[in-house]
């Protein structure tokens, strides 16, 4: 699943890896094809993007451009941001589709900032300054997060960037290789605020780890697998109620504890679709449910029902060696009567110094 969308609790939008727009029934698990008409000719989008706004109104962006699209009738209007070729070679395609606090909808491309007039029914568009980067500005993926203050932070390839849309002025935070404070990766994947305090935001890389950024000092530090990060490579981030950040990575999902810095991580095992997951494929519904697209599905659940086991397993020994070499009970001279399980104490010759044992814990929950 490339991106994903709850329309209602009974309908969720997503796009396979193949492409197309697919409607899941959430109550039959069946789907079907999402159509759109666009001046009377009915296709199959292939969104990068996709927003419900507070309106209801509903916008997909793929590489045919912008549409807002009638749930009910399939109608779509379309908007096309031309680009001049002479001055960018890139093309103005949506990567991202976003709602500020106010309901003004947001369009951000790989030229341009594009701001909408619902009075006017149309956009402006700002473009990215470039004597941040003289070369392409970002790429196809895009998200964006918006604090308290009004300010968008924009998790880009290029680093992380800062826009304050009322003065349209622009700052990118980028990777420096004598900078330990210094982003530890150019490539962000997404940006989410910590659950506690509002001067710091969490950035996932695709390789660098998890990230926090200190607004008022505007450093970073992160933590990586060494810290107990399930994998280096962070596509999503959402927030529970309790305060945890929970993470899609290239091996499976995370519950990170901000204040503790403490992982809890989850896999196959434990009813992911996969361990590997994507970029841009991650959603919180109103109702407080995680959606997490990857390589083969999503996953959707309530973090509150995800619960711990309070009961550690039972650990037995399995086996017993000298000098590396087994030791059975039915050996000749052997210093165990009975199998290891069983046997309470052992006596050892002074030659017998060298000895390891073998365990395991008794968990069945596979």
């Known amino acids: ?57 509903f916008w997909l962006g793929d590489g045919e451009g912008l549409l807002k699209v009638d749930l009910k009738t399939g109608k779509a209007i379309p908007y096309n941001f031309e680009n001049d070729a002479g001055v960018n070679p890139w093309g103005d395609d949506p990567i991202e589709v976003f709602e500020d606090r106010a309901g003004v909808i947001w369009v951000f491309t790989d030229v341009k900032i594009h701001r909408y007039n619902r009075k006017t029914d149309s956009f402006k568009g700002y473009e990215y300054d470039t004597r941040l980067t003289p070369e392409r500005p970002t790429d196809n993926y895009v998200k964006v997060h918006e604090d308290a203050q009004g300010i968008f932070w924009i998790a880009t390839t290029d680093g992380l960037v800062r826009f304050n849309p009322n003065n349209n002025d622009l700052k990118r ?29 969490w950035l996932g890389t695709k390789g660098g ?30 927030s529970d109620d309790e305060g945890n950040l929970w993470m899609s990575t290239n091996n499976g999902i ?14 196959k095992k434990d009813g992911l679709q996969d361990n590997e997951f994507n970029s841009c494929a991650f959603f919180k519904s109103k109702s407080g449910e995680l959606f997490f697209g990857g390589i083969k599905g999503f996953n959707a659940f309530y973090p509150a029902d995800v619960k711990d086991n309070p009961h550690p397993p039972r650990v037995v020994l399995t086996g017993f060696q000298i000098l590396n070499q087994p030791v059975s009970f039915k050996q000749k001279d052997s210093p165990l009567k009975q199998t290891i399980t069983e046997t309470k104490e052992i006596t050892l010759n002074y030659d017998q110094s060298f000895f390891s044992f073998e365990f395991a814990a008794l968990d069945f929950t596979e």
Do not use: C
Not at 34 to 57: A, C, H, Q, Y
Not at 255 to 266: A, E, I, V
């Open 254 to 267: 995370s519950r990170f504890n901000p204040r503790t810095r403490t992982f809890k991580n989850f896999d």
């Open 209 to 238: 780890g998890l990230n926090r950024f200190d607004k008022q000092t505007e450093t970073f530090s992160f933590l990586t697998e060494k810290d107990g990060l399930p994998n280096n490579v962070v596509y999503g981030i959402l």
């Open 1 to 57: 699943v490339r991106t994903l969308i709850e329309i209602d609790d009974d309908t969720t939008l997503l796009t396979n890896a193949g492409g197309g727009l697919l409607q899941l029934n959430r109550a039959t698990n069946e789907t079907s094809a999402f159509k759109v008409s666009t001046n009377g000719v009915w296709r199959e989008p292939t969104p990068s993007t996709m927003l419900l706004d507070r309106t209801g109104d």
């Open 173 to 201: 935070y980028r990777n420096n290789p004598q900078d330990i404070n210094s982003l530890s990766h150019n490539v962000v994947r997404t940006v989410a605020p910590d659950p506690f305090d509002s001067n710091i935001l």
